[in-house]
């Protein structure tokens, strides 16, 4: 009878200590970690949540609640993206002007999947505006199709505008210089001189990225002309050697320019189960591995979009899909 | 054993899980990707099929085309919804999750997308899903889970702006009440608080995030931030016919459930400075449409045509009108689908 009596008082006490056991766990997990992973000696992870955190302006207080503004630039430092600049274009030869050729290729890593298209003959990228700005933006591909093109990729940056609540922007207002077939769109560079991160064509087909200024891109003969970056390969030298870039895991949209002069097109998915998204490092290794000596990062998040032959065929990370843009980058179509 | 020394374990396996974990994380899932193996796609030389004809069932139900007619949905007699390409006539069914029935779907305004409800059909729960269906790719997406209160619950309209990247959902309880969801691009859903318990129309301005609504039994019509509802002067009735892509409303007069004049201008100005327009032949809400470039559309289903209000303009078609999408007209004539651009 005694014993029967204990046991039972057992079984209710191995119960109650598993479940004060998870309660404990919990509780103490949720409020170390944050710490174990800030103040641990785990760099990746600790930069990776740091840069994805600071990039997106609603996410910052991730980081902010936690670091210091100082602990955070630094950080941030450890992540740079170093300043090469583009002093001459000669290192690319334009050699294969009308050749018609594109090619695509599927790209996949541990946590993304990418898309890439090699366009031989750079004198057929253009950029492409929304016929509304400063009203709305347009989806890649419907600027696509306007322009009649094989192949685009959204372009340029723009400020977010609410429109009477959070996250509504229409995409409408632009940032820096758009400049398409000749003609400046868009500018609200008022310093001829001041170099600003733009990404170019020239007529003569070669890809200008990083810092240039207007009076540089008039010398050179920019054409066509969005701002954005950073650049990610200059001369055939990589610019993240350190870090992952600072700017964490997201969807990518990348252009680059082969020594042959070939452009290259990348995007990459984000946000996704199947595919994460990837760090401006990655995006930079796999541009350098396919032969780049000139790339820069354009924008990206859910503004990534590759369209070609009229379909568009990455995966856009909104769940309505393509959000509209201010401008793109498209190649002329040739048939 | 002591308390003192059981919490140390304790501690020392949170510590160890989380060190283990950020190891993981660390070393192996955010260690640069240095092997990116690459694929190359060629490209099956696409022979473009030549227009054909499409057909659907006899008893295909909501027939509805997408905003460029390449695509085509209905429900076939089982309740399925079918996507038919309106190029090559091919079909292919929307799968649903096991136990779950599309209760609805919408066509989003400007690309070969649509949006569907998901429900139990076995029981009056009211968990609704709701996903998003990317035709090109056969993909659906889940977009949330929307845990809606009464047993009956139903969704009546769904209104988008991609633009904006806003959704608004329309949700009957079965009781008297119209409950309106707000989701918006970053998946963030609120409630909206309307005036009226019962409302009817619905309609969304493209640029800004403002839903503009009609109460189902005064026939007043409210938008979302302002108190007091939008009346035009000498007018008793008023009813929502829609939008246009330049954030214009289109009120149409009701008089013995017709209408005879419509009246359209923005929200933000005062509805003494709108424009108006008479229709010649009063006409039901039903045959009255607008269309996203501003035109205003009359169906007369006995003659088969549709008039352009504006320029008096007429587009005949055959057969049962199905809808308008932005260059023409969807008629069903004999189960077979016609399309008739406007002249």
Excluded at chain 1, 95 to 114: C, L, S, W
Excluded at chain 1, 192 to 206: D, R
Excluded at chain 1, 321 to 334: A, C, F, K
Excluded at chain 2, 203 to 212: E, F, I, P, T
Aim: hydrophobic share 35%; glycine share 8%.
């Amino acid at each position: 009878m005694r014993k029967i009596k204990k046991s039972r008082k057992n079984k209710r006490r191995t119960r109650t200590l598993v479940l004060l056991f998870i309660i404990f766990e919990l509780t103490f997990t949720t409020i170390t970690g944050p710490f174990t992973l800030y103040y641990g000696p785990f760099k990746n992870a600790k930069t990776t949540v740091v840069g994805a955190a600071m990039t997106t302006y609603s996410l910052q207080w991730l980081a902010t609640t936690f670091l210091s503004k100082k602990a955070i630039a630094k950080i941030m430092s450890t992540q740079t993206v170093d300043a090469l600049v583009q002093n001459n274009l000669d290192g690319v030869k334009v050699e294969n002007k009308d050749d018609n050729n594109i090619e695509r290729y599927d790209v996949k890593g541990n946590k993304f999947r990418g898309y890439i298209l090699v366009i031989n003959d750079p004198t057929r990228l253009k950029v492409g505006n929304s016929s509304k700005l400063g009203t709305e933006g347009q989806l890649t591909s419907d600027i696509a199709k306007d322009n009649n093109a094989i192949a685009a990729i959204n372009g340029g940056g723009f400020k977010d505008e609410d429109n009477g609540s959070k996250w509504t922007g229409t995409g409408a207002n632009p940032t820096g210089i758009i400049m398409a077939n000749g003609k400046t769109a868009f500018n609200d560079i008022t310093n001829e001189n001041k170099k600003t991160g733009v990404v170019a064509m020239t007529s003569s087909g070669k890809l200008l990225v990083g810092p240039h200024s207007l009076s540089e891109m008039k010398t050179a003969g920019v054409t066509d002309a969005v701002s954005f970056g950073p650049a990610l390969i200059v001369n055939g030298q990589k610019t993240i050697t350190k870090g992952d870039g600072g700017w964490g895991i997201a969807p990518r949209t990348c252009v680059a320019q082969r020594k042959d002069g070939a452009i290259i097109f990348l995007v990459i998915d984000g946000r996704q189960t199947k595919s994460l998204g990837a760090t401006l490092r990655e995006a930079q290794d796999v541009l350098y591995d396919y032969g780049a000596v000139n790339a820069s990062n354009l924008d990206g998040g859910s503004s990534s979009t590759l369209f070609y032959d009229d379909e568009v065929i990455n995966r856009p990370s909104d769940s309505l899909g393509e959000r509209s843009v201010p401008s793109i980058m498209y190649i002329e179509s040739r048939k | 054993m002591s308390w003192m020394k059981r919490i140390s374990i304790w501690i020392v396996v949170s510590l160890s899980l989380q060190c283990l974990g950020l190891f993981y994380i660390d070393h192996y899932f955010l260690a640069t990707d240095s092997k990116a193996v690459s694929k190359k796609v060629v490209e099956n030389a696409s022979t473009k099929p030549k227009n054909i004809d499409i057909t659907v069932p006899t008893n295909a139900t909501k027939i509805s085309v997408s905003y460029d007619a390449k695509y085509l949905s209905y429900y076939d007699e089982n309740e399925k919804l079918v996507i038919a390409n309106c190029r090559d006539g091919k079909t292919r069914n929307i799968e649903s999750n096991d136990g779950c029935k599309i209760s609805f779907s919408e066509w989003l305004p400007d690309r070969n997308r649509m949006l569907l409800v998901e429900k139990k059909s076995d029981d009056d729960s009211s968990n609704l899903i709701l996903y998003s269906y990317d035709v090109l790719k056969a993909e659906k997406v889940k977009i949330k889970e929307l845990e809606w209160g009464g047993t009956n619950a139903k969704v009546e309209d769904i209104q988008t702006s991609t633009l904006t990247g806003v959704t608004y959902v329309k949700v009957s309880n079965g009781d008297n009440k119209t409950s309106i969801y707000r989701i918006d691009r970053m998946g963030e859903m609120t409630k909206i608080n309307t005036i009226p318990n019962l409302v009817s129309n619905i309609a969304l301005v493209r640029h800004q995030d403002k839903l503009v609504y009609e109460g189902l039994v005064y026939n007043k019509i409210y938008a979302t931030g302002r108190s007091e509802n939008i009346s035009v002067s000498n007018v008793d009735k008023l009813t929502l016919i829609g939008a246009d892509d330049d954030d214009n409303i289109y009120l149409a007069e009701l008089k013995d459930d017709l209408i005879s004049k419509v009246y359209y201008g923005k929200t933000s100005q005062d509805t003494s400075e709108w424009k108006s327009i008479k229709l010649q032949t009063p006409c039901a809400k039903e045959n009255l449409f607008v269309s996203p470039i501003g035109k205003i559309y009359q169906n007369d289903e006995l003659q088969g045509s549709i008039k352009d209000i504006n320029s008096g303009t007429q587009t005949s078609y055959q057969g049962k009108l199905v809808q308008l999408y932005t260059k023409g007209i969807v008629s069903v004539v004999n189960n077979k689908i016609s399309f008739v651009l406007f002249k």
